[in-house]
């Protein structure tokens, strides 16, 4: 019988190659820019999603690979606990990763955070950064102060939105704010007995917020003040996310996936857009693996700051290991953001030092 869904022929069989956006439905087209698969759906989506100039959408007989890959299930004695669907076949892309990376600057601030917890990368020039205090600073590539906003409160995150408005979580008084003009305004009000930890503003103009109560651990989508999705249980009821005073830090990669840093079970989490897992990643066998700060690149790489063996974990979209940086002298790396160059900087908790790094070729 004859179906819709393009099938990538080998020797052995004929398989499904199934949406990267979904991770459901079959694909029918391709995004040479991006290299993800797509089915005819999810098209709009990932051009309203994702800020990638100019989308080249194709068929499968225009398609350019840069780099061809089957993924089966795997758990990788080397790589940790990765986690895959079955029957599932999807493309990676070519990883212009360097094998040595490198530090370009390493940033003195002139009044650097006893404990530097957050980045935003404004540029390449600037960053916005938090740490135990209640206030927020805006400082440049050479150390200096450039603005500083006054909370009420410690902020437990910052994102930025489109505009590149700064916006922060406050665990306190239960809100996400926007720094309009210099002034605090409440964008967003949590649910009562919750708090909100972790936050990620998406290109889609939606908002990613990590919620807690009482130890309890979930993640919330909104679009404006309205929740639209919630990642909380599995499809047999078990919770995702493991109870524990430590916070979730979240962000989205470029083909809709939502990743995740789950302190307290000391695992990144990848989670569709759908909210099933996709994967898990405990780290490298025979070492603890304690990450933190989660952000994505322009590639889809996942990047993580992980403070036990005070280095970087590189992970591929599907949560295979690239890379482990640890030859650029991280000093229990914590704060963690890629700038518009794509180098990424690196805050050290202890010391408020920020090391700008050069990890792609």
């Not at 225009?62 to 890959?69: D, K, M, T, V």
Request: net charge neutral; with cysteine.
């Amino acid at each position: 019988m004859a179906t819709s869904a393009h099938v990538l022929s080998t020797s052995m069989a004929q398989e499904i190659i199934i949406c990267n956006l979904c991770d459901d439905r079959p694909s029918q087209r391709f995004c040479n820019t991006c290299q993800v698969n797509l089915c005819l759906d999810c098209i709009d989506k990932h051009q309203d999603d994702i800020d990638h100039q100019p989308h080249d959408i194709v068929t499968y007989e225009n398609r350019i690979l840069h780099q061809r890959e089957c993924q089966p299930p795997i758990t990788n004695e080397l790589t940790g606990q990765c986690q895959s669907p079955a029957a599932e076949v999807r493309y990676q892309q070519t990883q212009p990763l360097l094998d040595n990376a490198r530090v370009l600057r390493t940033i003195r601030p002139s009044k650097p955070y006893k404990h530097l917890r957050r980045i935003v990368c404004l540029g390449t020039g600037e960053a916005w950064v938090i740490g135990e205090k209640a206030n927020i600073k805006r400082i440049t590539i050479h150390g200096s102060v450039k603005e500083k906003i006054i909370c009420q409160n410690i902020p437990s995150d910052i994102s930025l939105t489109e505009k590149g408005e700064l916006i922060y979580s406050d665990q306190i008084n239960r809100t996400v704010n926007i720094i309009r003009q210099g002034k605090i305004e409440v964008l967003i009000t949590v649910p009562k007995g919750w708090q909100p930890l972790g936050i990620c503003y998406t290109r889609s103009r939606g908002m990613l917020v990590s919620l807690q109560m009482s130890e309890r651990n979930k993640i919330v989508y909104y679009r404006g003040e309205e929740i639209t999705m919630e990642i909380d249980k599995d499809e047999h009821g078990n919770h995702i996310f493991r109870n524990g005073n430590d916070m979730l830090h979240v962000t989205k990669n470029i083909n809709g996936d939502f990743c995740v840093t789950d302190e307290n079970a000391k695992t990144v989490i990848v989670v569709n857009n759908e909210g099933r897992v996709r994967f898990r990643y405990n780290g490298i066998r025979a070492r603890s693996f304690e990450p933190r700060c989660i952000v994505t690149d322009s590639l889809g790489h996942i990047l993580v700051t992980e403070l036990s063996f005070e280095c970087i974990y590189i992970l591929s979209q599907d949560c295979n290991l690239l890379r482990c940086v640890e030859n650029c002298n991280l000093d229990t790396p914590c704060a963690l953001s890629v700038d518009n160059k794509g180098s990424m900087w690196v805050g050290l908790y202890y010391k408020g030092n920020i090391k700008v790094i050069q990890y792609q070729k």
